[in-house]
């Protein structure tokens, strides 16, 4: 008699299951521009959180205000590229050349900036707070830091650390 009321509660929890599908989640998966050419590329403005961006072309793309939180720009070259205003909070930005890049009031808060090329770089007014740097970067970053960041209100100076 208990194997039957047993059977007949599995019976129940089948019927039921069966009765209410499973709710459709929306699993938008990241954009991809792992190894794109995308040099001259105008992303202003765009929304690209999580985006993948490894050992792509980037010279001279354009990147002004877009919101890059948790994207991954690893290896890549971003030579004389905009990234004025832009977030790359959590963004790991490593082994990138970003000679002559403007990242001027640009986020880089908690951002993975090991290894990345600073050569001849505008950061009037980025906030580099609580990023990964090596102390050769920041030695060559606090030689050129200025500014306030408009979004943060950290002065660039400050969030680097600098002495």
Known sequence: MFWRRGLALL?????????HPALAVDWTHPLSFSNAELSRHNFSGESLQAAEFSNANMELAN???????????????????????????????DQVNLTKADLSDAVFKEALLLRAIFTDVNIDGADF???????????????????????????????????
């Open 11 to 19: 019976l129940g929890i089948i019927v039921w299951c069966a009765a």
């Open 63 to 93: 990147f002004t205000d877009a919101d890059l939180r948790g994207a991954v720009l690893s290896a890549s070259v971003m030579t004389q590229a905009n990234l004025h205003g832009a977030d790359l909070t959590n963004a790991m930005v």
């Open 129 to 163: 707070t609580d990023a990964i740097l090596d102390k050769v970067q920041i030695k060559e970053l606090c030689g050129k830091a200025s500014g306030v960041n408009s979004k943060t209100g950290v002065q660039t100076s400050y969030s680097l650390g600098c002495q």
